[in-house]
């Protein structure tokens, strides 16, 4: 299966017609489109391929797709998103098909997509608002635009659903935002009225060693950190992290954790408790 892509025919030249039953029956071929098959568990580029067979020609990848192949992906949807470049393209459970209308295209690894600009408000302008200042950071990070060209990409989006909400987020993107929930936190920070915290802030401790937090107020040594169930995954990087925050209490710094459900579930609670803590060392300070 070159590439991981395979047309019918080829299958039943190998396989013949009752071996290619039990493979697609076992799942160690996947059928993607009408007589095309991939290897199971398929990759976006993979994906691709078989679309491009199926149609004809090159897909026109956009929104998430694009997203991820330009490498700011946060949402990791299962279907692809692509343009209805004139083919009339009908949409399946796997394949959403959307209007260029206007959208600039770029060139990376021989596919043509939507720019990481375009890309990006068009996706924020899809999702929830603080997944979508995730995106923007998310970009911004990848440093494949900058603020500027995000504006002028929400500019052309004018007057389509979602872009208001996108432009007021523009002035809160920040590169420094490493995963999408430290985003989401800082939104919640931001719309609780909180003093801006510094992002990603370096801390040496008593031993000389660097440590990095995600929040910082470090006027009063106040730091906040997302806890994601992926960083606490092993019995190491759950040390590492109980080490950090003994070392950095040492320092005279107190931290606050965050959850996914403070953030998502009760963000008024996790505002009063940042707040209280900002108060106490303001008044020890």
């Known amino acids: 299966m070159g590439g991981g892509v395979a047309m019918r025919s080829q299958l039943l030249e190998v396989l013949g017609r009752r071996g290619l ?3 697609v029956a076992n799942r160690k071929v996947i059928r993607q489109y009408r007589g095309v098959y991939t290897a199971p568990e398929p990759g976006i580029a993979v994906r691709l391929k078989a679309l491009d067979l199926f149609i004809g020609e090159k897909a026109v990848a956009c929104m998430f797709t694009a997203a991820a192949l330009h490498g700011f992906d946060t949402e990791r949807p299962e279907e692809l998103h ?7 393209l009908r949409p399946t459970p796997n394949l959403v098909v959307h209007q260029r209308d206007g959208a600039p295209l770029s060139k990376l690894d021989g596919r043509l997509m939507s ?18 200042l995730g995106v923007l950071d998310a970009v911004l990070r990848s440093r494949l635009c900058s603020v500027a060209d995000l504006a002028r990409a929400a500019d052309v ?3 389509r659903r979602g872009i208001v909400r996108v432009r007021e987020l523009l002035p809160l993107a920040d590169g420094r935002a490493e995963s999408v929930m430290e985003s989401e936190s800082r939104l919640v920070m931001i719309d ?19 440590w990095r937090v995600d929040f910082a107020w470090p006027d009063i040594r106040l730091a906040a950190e997302y806890d994601s169930i992926e960083w606490h995954g092993s019995r190491e990087g759950m040390l590492r992290d109980k080490m950090r925050t003994a070392r950095l209490q040492e320092c005279g710094w107190t931290i606050v954790p965050i959850t996914v459900e ?22 020890a300070g």
């Open 21 to 23: 039953d039990e493979a």
């Open 157 to 159: 989006q004018r007057g």
């Open 192 to 210: 609780g009225g909180l003093p801006l915290p510094e992002l990603q802030f370096e801390i040496f401790d008593r031993c000389g060693e660097l």
């Open 82 to 88: 692509v343009y209805d470049l004139g083919r009339r």
């Open 115 to 132: 720019t990481a600009p375009w890309t990006a408000i068009e996706c924020a302008r899809a999702i929830r608002r603080g997944r979508a």
């Open 262 to 283: 403070d953030v998502r579930r009760d963000p008024i609670g996790l505002v009063a408790r940042i707040r209280h803590h900002l108060s106490v060392a303001r008044k």
